[in-house]
Nanobody
Framework: QVQLVESGGGLVQAGDSLRVSCAAS????????MGWFRQAPGKEREFVAA????????YYADSVKGRFIISRDNAKNTVYLQMNSLKPEDTAVYYC??????????????????WGQGTQVTVSS
């Protein structure tokens, strides 16, 4: 189990930018894929972006491709999600998640075994 703590959520206007952070426990993350998911009221939890810690390879949902950027800081064991050109439909609780890379098949929530508490992102029109 990896301990994850998100921060950086808030209330912004459509078109603005926001960066959320996820601090992981001090263990080595070279064997992990770190992902961001989001969940809006009444909707399923959905994949947003992920990064393979060891290789740096990134993955994005079509809905955020070209607007969001996922990155990592090896020294700080922290993953970031830079969100640009935010839209009201981006409003959700954003969760950080971790999974051993060999168990991830389709970037589904069930593939990830460790989760943070979530941070609220609200985008007004």
């Amino acid at each position: 189990q990896v301990q994850l703590v998100e921060s950086g959520g808030g209330l912004v206007q459509a078109g603005d930018s926001l960066r959320v952070s996820c601090a992981a426990s001090g263990r080595t993350l070279s064997d992990y894929i770190m992902g961001w998911f989001r969940q809006a009221p009444g909707k399923e939890r959905e994949f947003v972006a992920a990064i393979s810690w060891g290789s740096g390879i990134t993955y994005y949902a079509d809905s955020v491709k070209g607007r969001f950027i996922i990155s990592r800081d090896n020294a700080k064991n922290t993953v970031y999600l830079q969100m640009n050109s935010l839209k009201p439909e981006d409003t959700a609780v954003y969760y950080c998640a971790a999974a051993l890379r060999w168990v991830v098949r389709n970037m589904r929530p069930s593939d990830f075994g460790s989760w943070g508490q979530g941070t609220q992102v609200t985008v007004s029109s």
